[in-house]
């Protein structure tokens, strides 16, 4: 498998915004060609236009909404139809909430893993067997350190990211005698949009904003690792400490740091 970026078609999905669009201008810039996946057609258009006109490259948009499974399979259908070989995919799509759960309607927590973990997991299988005809690809799903460290209002959140760990961590095992690579990204909070749905009063925000990663950043340093043999990407680094200590002593830590933990 080749270690560069240029000329390899990339599938990002939640690509209208965010840390999807970052990795979309990374791709580009690295030589690569974005192919972006979202539902707002207006935003990737736009998208669309600012790489071809600023980078002078190719970059596709596809609009669909990936929890629509009839919808996605035949989105994937024409993708592979438009471009042929695919050499990469980066499961950026997410979404998250931050409520008690006894708070929490069920149909927030069912749309939560129909985005975070089933449609990661069906787009994981699509290009598995597409990767398999060439013994070649990367699979990159977005995870979070809401994984390994749960906290009070994230315990839906937490554990559909946790179910994506757990996926990824497997896949990676399944896929490696095809030369398949697969990676998990595991991130502290990222200056995005995704607050304005997961934190509409901006309390967590306003109390995390000194320490939350530059989109920009995450997205550089992801496609940095396309198509090498990296089973982690954590960020921060001194979040990934923590997660590694909770691991050893939970109870300390969830003593030490309950103020920290109930932030939200």
Known sequence: MRHDVNKQKIIITGASAGIGQKLAWHTAISGGIPILLARSTDKLERIQQDIINEIHTNCFIYSVDITDEKALANTMEHIIADHGQIHA????????????????????????FQLNVLATMRLSQIMLNHFSTVRSGHIINIASQAAKIATPKS???AASKSAVIGFTNALRMEAA?????????????VRTNFFQTADPT??????????MLDPDHVAKKVISYLFTNKR?????????????????????????????????
């Open 89 to 112: 995919i980066i499961n950026n799509a997410g979404m998250g909430i931050f409520e008690y759960v006894q708070d929490m309607n069920w149909q927030s927590m069912e749309r939560m």
């Open 177 to 189: 005698s095809e030369g398949i690579y697969v990676t998990s990204v595991n991130l502290g909070p």
């Open 232 to 264: 982690e990407i954590n960020m921060p680094w001194w979040m990934e400490f923590g997660s590694k200590l909770y691991q050893l002593s939970p109870r300390i830590m969830e003593c030490l740091f309950r103020k920290q933990f109930s932030k939200k």
């Open 202 to 211: 901006g309390n967590y925000v306003k109390s995390v904003q000194a320490y």
């Open 155 to 157: 315990s839906v959140y």
